[in-house]
Nanobody, 128 residues
C-alpha cells in the first residue's frame, strides 16, 4: 500500500502561482511509479493534469495546462513530487488530487482507472 498526502493548495489571483506537494509513504521501494495530479471542479469530471515517471523523470501533461504547469520529483527528498502552477486562470479552480500507480512503462497514462493510490485532495481557487 502507498499513502499520499497533498499540500500547498490555496487561493490566488489570476496570473499568480502556486506549488503543490505530494509526499508518498508506505511500500514505495518496489519498482518505479507513475505519480501525478488530477483535478476536479464542481459539476465536472476528474481531469488528468500532469504525471511523472519516477524511473527517469519522463513527464506527461494535459492540454489545458501544458506550458503553464511543471511536475517534478524532489532530488533531495525521497518520494516527493511537486506541481508548479503558474499563469493560473479562474478555470484552474478545482480540488487537486495526487495519484500513483506502479508504472508499466515510462509513459504515464492520464486516466483515473490507471491509478490505484489516491490522496485526499487540496483545494486551489483562482479569482479573476
Amino acid at each position: 500500500q502507498v499513502q499520499l498526502v497533498e499540500s500547498g493548495g490555496g487561493s490566488v489571483q489570476a496570473g499568480g502561482s502556486l506549488r503543490l506537494s505530494c509526499v508518498a509513504s508506505g511500500n514505495t521501494r518496489s519498482g518505479h511509479y507513475c505519480v501525478g495530479w488530477f483535478r476536479q471542479a464542481p459539476g465536472k469530471e476528474r481531469e488528468g493534469v500532469a504525471f511523472v515517471y519516477t524511473g527517469d523523470g519522463n513527464t506527461a501533461y494535459g492540454d489545458s495546462v501544458r506550458g503553464r504547469f511543471t511536475i517534478s520529483q524532489d532530488n533531495n527528498v525521497a518520494n516527493t513530487v511537486y506541481l508548479e502552477m503558474s499563469s493560473l486562470k479562474p478555470e484552474d479552480t478545482a480540488m487537486y488530487y495526487c495519484a500513483a500507480a506502479r508504472a508499466r512503462s515510462r509513459w504515464c497514462g492520464m486516466y483515473q482507472y490507471e491509478y490505484n493510490f489516491w490522496g485526499q485532495g487540496t483545494q486551489v481557487t483562482v479569482s479573476s
